[in-house]
């Protein structure tokens, strides 16, 4: 009998983990919510959640003694997965209530959306509720736009995502850039993947079917990656 795929969510105080952990189960995962090294070191996959501010989870995962263990992870070839603000932190810095340090493991920024507004005017920040992701634009002329053989596989250009969130990442390399969002007068990386990394803004938990596709496509992914044992 084939083992279903397991998947650690680290836990460090700031996250919507039960709602993550029952998308991923649903999706045939083994999901465990954990903070500790070995259990984490243990399964096949590992997923970095969060919500809130970005300094707060930063020292949370200093605390844990789990930056460089996550920095470690990237370099290797199980998949990372990043959610919100999951995303953020795999980034070099953020300026989120201030300068702060972040993973490293993407090159680039986390910028606050400043005064975004479209036709009808200005537009609330946070961003909070559905919009679009697209497989490419004028700004990000290199991103990727073959969806295929990732998480993003079978969802359709242009499909609403759940997001909640008041600062997007800003990746210095276009061709990692897997969909991109357009809120106002920004359009920003809302989706990247690097090689066992795979990172998105919004919350497919809460994204309805299609969200729980990438899911089922995560796990396709990490069963690939363990050569389905």
Known sequence: MTKKPSIA???????????????????????????????LKSTDALLLPGVG?????MAALERLDLVTFIQD????????????LGMQLFMSSSEEFGQH???GIIAGEVLRFEHPSDKHGTLKVPQIGWNSIYKRSEQFPQASVNWNHSPLAGVDDGVPMYFVHSYFVKPREDAIVSSVTVYGQY?????LKRDNLFACQFHPERSGPD???????????????????
Do not use: H
């Open 101 to 103: 340090r972040g993973l």
């Open 73 to 84: 992870y990237s370099a290797g070839d199980k998949p990372l997965i990043g959610i919100c």
């Open 53 to 57: 501010s970005f300094g707060k989870a």
């Open 211 to 229: 969200g729980l596709k990438i899911y089922c496509n995560i796990a396709a992914w990490i069963e690939e990656t363990t050569g389905g044992i």
């Open 187 to 191: 359009t920003y990386c809302s989706s």
């Open 9 to 39: 969510i680290i836990d460090f105080g700031l996250g919507n983990l039960y709602s993550i952990k029952q998308a991923c189960n649903w999706a045939g995962m083994q999901a465990v919510i954990s903070s500790d090294l070995e259990g």
